[in-house]
């Protein structure tokens, strides 16, 4: 009842913003209009004032009639000038309003998310612990419930760790630690956590030869591990996820695949947007604050590389991050 209410209050002031821009353009067309009609009413007028049988008739015709093109012109010049800064201003105005509307609407949605996301961990892992706690259990039990209280936890620690480090990074406030990181190292132990928690996902992984960059290790292994979390998010437990390393012109190349549904056409252009998740309803009932994907290319970005998307024929998508490779210290 909440949004519908919020919809209508917007397609009101959308109308009213529309009709003052109509009234003021109309105001400006009218004003304009008689400005003109009364320069020709003014000329006519000192034309009558004229003796035919003048001898400076025809140059004082020639004078009036200039000076009445004269001021049509300038009217002409004033009033487009006025319509473009009103027009410029108008549309200025209109963006501004509606990327301060969806960015409130993407705020509400992530409160919403995180607030689940926050929820569902702390229940579960309380829920195993007072199980632990009141049952006598048997020792694979036990172990179960106790692995899936590390799972919710690690999701817990994972989702704060994207929160805070999202909020230092826009504020400028994190510094990261450079140092020569072994990529192959990080994306084997990224990729082990993965399938500790995710048994029942099949995590391919190839990673060729040694690589090594430079960068903060905490938040390079950030980015790799919300690019694997999303492709293990959007596919089934029976379609592969492959992770891959290579080198192509002197820069290290990470690959993560899914076959998954994809990404469309213009999901694509948003997809690395703050806040952002796709609007189809399969995908919002996955969990997520969609701060993911906006983290790992922030990220990327502030270690000199690129992250991008590809599709992956015959369906799901290729993310592949790009970052320059160091030489290793001897």
């Known amino acids: 009842m909440a949004s519908f209410f919020k919809r209508q209050r917007l397609i009101l002031i959308t109308i009213a913003y529309w009709f003052l821009l109509t009234y003021i353009i109309t105001a400006l067309i009218f004003w304009f209009l008689s400005l003109v009609r009364q320069s020709k009413q003014m000329s006519e007028f000192k034309l009558l004032q004229l003796k035919k049988d003048a001898p400076d008739y025809y140059v004082r015709v020639a004078e009036i009639l200039e000076e009445e093109n004269r001021k049509i012109t300038q009217y002409i010049g004033e009033g487009t000038t006025f319509m473009l800064l009103i027009l410029l201003g108008a549309v200025f105005v209109y963006r501004a309003a509606r990327r301060q509307i969806q960015l409130n609407t993407q705020q509400q949605n992530f409160m919403m998310a995180v607030t689940h996301e926050l929820k569902t961990p702390i229940a579960v892992t309380k829920l195993n612990i007072e199980t632990l706690l009141k049952r006598k259990l048997e020792g694979s039990q036990q172990e179960k419930l106790l692995h899936n209280a590390l799972n919710e936890s690690n999701r817990l620690n994972d989702l704060c760790d994207n929160i805070l480090l999202t909020s230092q990074i826009d504020a400028g406030a994190y510094k990261p630690n450079k140092e020569i990181i ?149």
């Open 182 to 330: 072994h990529l192959n190292a990080l994306l084997n132990e990224s990729v082990s956590n993965f399938k500790i928690r995710f048994p029942h996902h099949l995590i391919e992984d190839n990673y060729g030869e040694e690589t090594f960059v430079k960068g903060d290790h905490l938040l390079i292994q950030l980015a790799v591990n919300n690019l694997i979390e999303n492709a293990i998010k959007y596919s089934d437990k029976s379609q592969p996820i492959a992770v891959s390393l290579s080198k192509e012109s002197g820069r290290a190349k990470i690959s993560i695949k899914d076959t998954g549904r994809g990404v469309t056409g213009k999901e694509k252009k948003k997809i690395f947007e703050k806040f952002y998740r796709a609007g189809d309803e399969n995908i919002r009932k996955t969990k997520g604050t969609g701060l993911g994907l906006y983290l790992s290319k922030k990220i990327i970005e502030e270690h000199g590389g690129s992250i991008s998307l590809q599709d992956n024929i015959p369906s799901g998508c290729i993310f592949a991050i790009s970052l320059p490779i160091t030489e290793r210290l001897k």
